[in-house]
């Protein structure tokens, strides 16, 4: 996606929502792709990473666990398996054993049924495959410790029951020296130790000369001195030897070990690469759990249609504070593709204008966006803002000559796949000269089709969106009695900045206001009373219908008491109907009586006649194929007394039958190789294999 300035995502605070992503991160690979997040101009992968998060978010709010519970940061074991030569510790060959335990247990998460409803996550691991034979190679030399078994190799074990053997040969023989030297007064309180990795006893110094063996040093106070007996000496040097070979050994078992596991190299940075997806999405659920992020509808074409859309940072902020967030509700599409807010300071406009671009930009990042799913939003080559003060020191450009330059730029570069965003457009110059030039932009972006969102105060402006094709007004509501904000976005009617009014309650001379009305042109004063008055009227529309709405309601609670009080009408009709099923109960009564009588003259003509398959028939008849058949042709004929059969492809808004209940639905969205059907009042997602299309028979009167 382009972007105008370099600093649009900061402007936008898309920054804030990538680090609030990485919170939720816990590899590294997930963080560097939160750090990373791109954004793409390409529906099929916006659609995909959107899925992959929606999907995620419903395991959680379903509570199934998903197994990605391992951290693990293996870059430098899996770069040490790239090396020749190399040899990893008996840890390290655990972290890898974990590592490809994990995957499996995600391959066994995607069982026949997940992989179609979950196939998104499924997509993920889809090109690559479980290797098993990488946990038998580890389990085969290490222990659940990491320690190499025993018996990892003939030789090893060899090696080990010689040294076992020797060791305890030595400790026979050192505990009879020691024994001997206790008896004779020549120890002292330490007894025994080990020094250069041979075992000595302790005696007094003065006594060393009295014990034949190898003195191997003294303590700091001399009074001790630490001695090898003669006769443990060469068993010393045997346990020396084997303990040699056994280091020598497990040396060859482990870098075999690691030259067999670098040949699944690929394989394992696979399986350490789809862990820190998995990560990643995982982390993006969190975050759309946080906001309240859901999955809108995509389409083809530039559109922005918003229902309850949020500004997640705002949202987040409200709610510590325990403060309610007003929700924003706009649409821009082919017909009105511009749209001029206007309205007092301080309303709500540029939040509005923020949140907008900041959830285009989260949607085509594939994060999970804060809107009502109904809304139906599409994808945008290019982005532009403008808002604040662009004033350049760098190049001596004054604010206005700034604003110029970005606008140049806006008209020269957009197009239908343009989403820009200008604050207060046409400010910085002189009201009359700075309107007419803001008109000239407008009608040249709207000209060339482009998408986007301008706040203003100028008078123009606002005249202009009713007559130019593709702009539209809108105004953010203000309460004029309390002189408060609204930040509610009302479209199709210009705003009023309320100028007089907020002069007139905040106390100031009215000798003075009166003076700068006469400074004013008197059409512009008109016009701008005019829309005070109409949004104040407005507003009072607006409250005659939270009235209207009420009164339903209560309407709506006399209808429930009415049907409490048919209540026994209905249990009328449930006792007529409970009549009817044990007429039923009595019919399949005398069926089966009359089944018994026949099942025993089969009994009486098995044991008359020769001919048994002739009987059998008769059985199986009796048994299985009325019974089958009258049961099968009730239920289809009750569906095809409905409903026939059509050809063709499926789409969203067909009526459709599930081949394995029989029960019909409507199509609300087609998902790869599956399609959401509702059944009555509950969405369920179906392979396509299992649906065809019906329609309803038309009734012969």
């Known amino acids: ?42 529906i099929d992968f916006v659609r995909t990473a959107l899925q992959q998060a929606h999907e995620y978010k419903q395991l959680v709010l379903l509570q199934q666990h998903f197994p990605n519970d391992y951290i693990l940061n293996l870059k430098k074991e899996l770069r040490l398996l790239e090396i020749q030569g190399a040899v990893l510790t008996g840890e390290q060959f655990m972290l890898i054993r974990k590592l490809t335990e994990s995957m499996g247990s995600i391959f066994r998460f995607f069982d026949n049924d997940r992989r179609v409803t979950y196939s998104a996550l499924y997509g993920v691991i889809e090109r690559t495959h479980y290797e098993k034979k990488i946990v038998t190679m580890i389990d085969e030399v290490l222990d659940e410790a990491g320690q190499l078994l025993d018996n990892a190799t003939p030789e090893l074990a060899k090696i080990r029951m010689s040294l076992y053997r020797k060791r305890m040969e030595l400790r026979r023989v050192f505990d009879r020296i020691l024994g001997k030297l206790q008896k004779q007064g020549y120890l002292a309180d330490i007894e025994e130790s080990f020094l250069n990795g041979r075992r000595v006893v302790a005696i007094f110094a003065e006594q060393k000369r009295m014990v034949k063996g190898i003195l191997h040093g003294e303590s700091d106070t001399r009074k001790t001195a630490f001695l090898e007996p003669e006769e443990t000496i060469q068993l010393n040097n045997e346990v020396f030897s084997l303990e040699r070979e056994e280091e020598k050994e497990v040396y060859r078992i482990l870098r075999t070990l690691t030259s067999n596991l670098a040949k699944h190299h690929d394989l394992l940075t696979g399986y350490h690469d789809i862990l820190g997806i998995f990560d990643f999405i995982r982390a993006k659920a969190r975050l759309a759990l946080d906001i309240n992020g859901n999955y809108p509808m995509l389409v083809p074409h530039a559109q922005v249609h918003l229902v309850e859309a ?67 939003l599409g994808i945008f080559r290019q982005v532009m803002i403008h808002i604040g003060d662009t004033q350049s020191l760098e190049f001596e450009l004054s604010t206005y000559s700034s604003h110029l330059k970005n606008m140049k730029h806006f008209m020269e570069s957009a197009n239908g796949r343009t989403l820009f965003f200008i604050d207060e457009l046409g400010s910085g110059s002189d009201p009359n000269l700075g309107g007419a030039f803001a008109e000239v932009i407008m009608e040249e972006l709207a000209r060339k089709h482009a998408f986007g969102i301008v706040t203003t105060h100028y008078l123009n402006l606002k005249v202009m969106a009713g007559k130019v094709k ?70 009072k529309v607006e409250s005659k219908e939270k009235e209207l709405q009420k009164l339903l309601k209560e309407n709506e609670k ?115 190789k599956a399609a959401v059907v509702q059944v009555g009042n509950i969405p369920i997602q179906v392979k396509l294999a299992d649906l065809v299309l019906v329609q309803e028979r038309q009734q012969v009167e």
């Open 310 to 376: 949020y500004h997640p940072l705002l949202l987040l902020y409200n709610r510590k504070q325990g403060k309610p967030t007003i929700p924003v509700n706009m649409t821009l599409d082919k017909d009105n593709h511009i749209l001029v807010i206007s309205g007092p300071n301080a309303g709500g406009k540029t939040v509005t204008l923020k949140t907008v671009g900041l959830i285009q930009l989260m949607l085509q990042a594939g994060l999970l966006v804060p809107v009502h799913p109904t809304s139906q």
């Open 558 to 672: 006399l209808k429930k008491e009415y049907e409490l009080l048919s209540d026994k009408e209905r249990k009328q009709h449930e006792y007529t109907l409970q009549k009817l099923q044990n007429k039923i109960r009595e019919e399949e009564i005398q069926y089966l009586k009359d089944m018994e009588r026949k099942l025993k003259q089969i009994v009486i003509e098995w044991k008359r006649t020769d001919d048994k398959q002739k009987v059998i028939r008769q059985a199986e008849e009796l048994l299985f194929h009325k019974r089958s058949k009258a049961i099968n042709e009730k239920i289809q004929k009750k569906v095809d007394n409905k409903f026939q059969e059509i050809k063709g492809e499926v789409k969203v808004g067909d009526k459709v039958k599930i081949r394995t209940n029989n029960q019909v639905g409507k199509v609300l969205e087609l998902r790869s």
């Open 470 to 539: 593709g702009i539209v007004n809108a105004a953010m509501g203000f309460d004029e009695e309390k002189l408060a904000p609204l930040y509610r976005l009302i479209i199709g009617k210009p705003g009023s900045s309320y100028t007089f009014s907020i002069a007139q309650r905040i106390g100031l001379d009215q000798s003075l206001i009166n003076r700068a009305r006469k400074l004013v042109d008197d059409g512009h004063f008109r016009l701008d009373k005019l829309l005070n008055k109409a949004e104040q009227d407005m507003q």
């Open 1 to 42: 996606m382009k972007l105008f300035p370099d600093s649009a995502l900061y402007q936008l605070e898309f920054d804030k929502v990538k680090l609030l992503l990485q919170e939720h991160c816990k590899t590294e690979l997930g963080k560097t792709m939160a750090a990373e997040l791109r954004l793409h101009t390409h």
